[in-house]
């Protein structure tokens, strides 16, 4: 059952209510779905200086920042794709390359995915979340090379213990769902790439991302999914693929060559994440405590070269004030164009080599043998106590440019309020303008907003997703409660096609 979303010609548009949503939250052995709990406590911080002043109205098309004008992205349209606050998080966004105009946007919790044929101007809504398991999530969206819309996610009853998710946890596994019209309808077959049933000594499966090859060359039409699998002595990344339409999914091979500590924190292996050249190469990157470590496949996801550590980083987990979970894991991407091979790699992470949070990006002009010198993505003066984080890199494969969408606390002199900006390179990663994709800081008041934001780009048009948390949906009484008060987010921006 679905329910039409119109999007009108205002910033920021709120809906009618959905379609009920299965929106349960499982808090058993102290976790909830959509994840972990707070740390207790709030951070306060003096002001960092001059208080920033918001502009509003129709006409808004700055956001002022400390004296400096952080202007609007251009042709800005925002949309709440969920109605009513909620444990909703985790979105990732997915373009079409047959025809741009279809748009899909996954989140959690349960899965869901949010559709739209006009380019983001209407979209509708449904749950994807499979009936025989209590809660699903982790979600990740492609479409593959003839124009499925594929969503990949994990599904179990109960959870193992806080962080060490492989001790004491139940049935689980990793599924997809396809939608052979675009993402309007979905297949009622739940497929699995790898399931476990209720046993002691099960591994845990987490944090699933899906890549497909729209490259037309040698591989086109597979579908790639890493993950991280925790076991009771470590944390691996896994890697399936499928060669017929995500109809059946190889047997797991470990890819890394060294596994991480056991427990969802600093020196896991973690954060899987990939891209695919126009020769169908693969590359991937994912966090090890203070590095980014990257590998190839060159033969479709049959075997991987041995990884390096590409980039040394600040540790990959930390504290955001009032945000009950946070990280910098790794995103890669690539600019398809130029030769056989294609151009430039890009790398895009959070740390805090510099105090307070930074968006960082890397490049590699030869196909990942060696890398840039990290750049600082946020334009904000560098140890100004700002944070940015969560940040999520999109290559548009028309015009090259790199965009990268995060959460942006440089209008909030407490440190605490984020707006959402997407920094855009058109000159292959050395500077990054920044624009205000949202223009009302909102506080997260110690919620869980999600392991990851989303972005896509083609053409120049560009499509975020995040997660907020309203002004007035979390009650005094309820304060740092991590579920039930966020609300999923979608962005347009359009840029020149050149």
């Known amino acids: 059952m679905l329910k039409r979303l119109s999007c009108p010609k205002q910033d920021v548009i709120r809906i009618a209510p959905l379609v009920s949503l299965n929106t349960r939250t499982f808090v058993r052995d102290h976790r909830t779905f959509g994840h972990r709990l707070p740390i207790p406590g709030r951070l306060y911080r003096a002001g960092r200086g001059a208080l920033a002043v918001l502009l509003f109205g129709p006409l808004v098309v700055s956001v002022r920042v400390f004296g400096r004008r952080l202007r609007r992205a251009p042709q800005t349209r ?111 077959r739940t497929i699995a790439v790898i399931k476990h049933p209720t046993k002691v000594g099960i591994p845990w499966e987490d944090k699933p991302y899906i890549v497909a090859d729209q490259t037309g060359g040698p591989f086109s039409g597979n579908l790639y999914v890493g993950w991280t699998r925790w076991t009771l002595a470590n944390s691996e990344i896994m890697f399936s693929r499928s060669t017929d339409d995500g109809k059946t999914w190889s047997p797991p091979i470990e890819i890394d060559n060294h596994p991480g500590l056991p427990r969802d924190d600093n020196g896991a292996d973690e954060g899987f994440s990939g891209t695919i050249g126009p020769d169908g190469t693969l590359y991937v990157v994912w966090a090890d405590g203070s590095h980014i470590v990257f590998t190839t496949s060159r033969n479709g996801g049959r075997t991987f070269a041995r990884t390096r550590d590409i980039i040394h980083t ?185």
């Not at 002199?413 to 990663?429: E, F, H, M, Y």
């Open 78 to 188: 925002i949309m709440a794709l969920t109605s009513q606050p909620g444990s909703f998080s985790e979105p990732s966004v997915a373009i079409d390359p047959h025809d741009p105009q279809h748009v899909v946007v996954a989140y959690q919790d349960n899965a869901h995915v949010a559709y739209s044929f006009d380019a983001g101007r209407d979209w509708a809504s449904s749950s994807v979340a499979p009936r025989n398991y209590s809660v699903s999530g982790d979600v990740s969206v492609t479409y593959d090379n003839r124009g499925h819309a594929i969503v990949c996610f994990i599904a179990f009853d109960k959870l193992g213990t806080y962080n060490y998710w492989a001790h004491d946890g139940g049935r689980n596994g990793i599924f997809i769902r396809r939608s052979l019209d675009g993402g309007k309808t979905w297949e009622p």
């Open 314 to 498: 600040a540790p990959i987990m930390f504290k955001v004030q009032d945000v009950s979970r946070s990280n910098g894991f790794p995103v890669i991407a690539i600019d398809p164009r130029g030769p056989k091979r294609g151009g430039r790699l890009y790398v895009a992470w959070g740390d805090y080599r510099n105090g307070d949070l930074d968006v960082f990006c890397a490049t590699s002009a030869d196909h990942g043998l060696t890398w840039s010198p990290a750049v600082r993505v946020n334009s904000d003066p560098v140890h100004d106590g700002a944070d940015q984080f969560f940040p999520w890199l999109a290559v548009d494969p028309i015009t090259g440019a790199a965009n990268i969408v995060f959460y942006d606390r440089r209008s909030d002199p407490t440190n605490n309020k984020s707006i959402i900006v997407l920094a855009r390179s058109t000159d292959g990663g050395r500077r990054f303008v920044n624009y205000a994709w949202t223009r009302k800081p909102f506080d997260p008041h110690g919620t869980f907003i999600g392991d990851y934001t989303g972005l896509a780009a083609r053409a120049g048009r560009v499509y975020g997703a995040w997660t907020i948390v309203p002004s007035g949906a979390v009650p005094a009484s309820s304060r740092h409660a991590p579920y039930h008060h966020d609300v999923v987010q979608a962005g347009v921006a359009v840029f020149s096609k050149r």
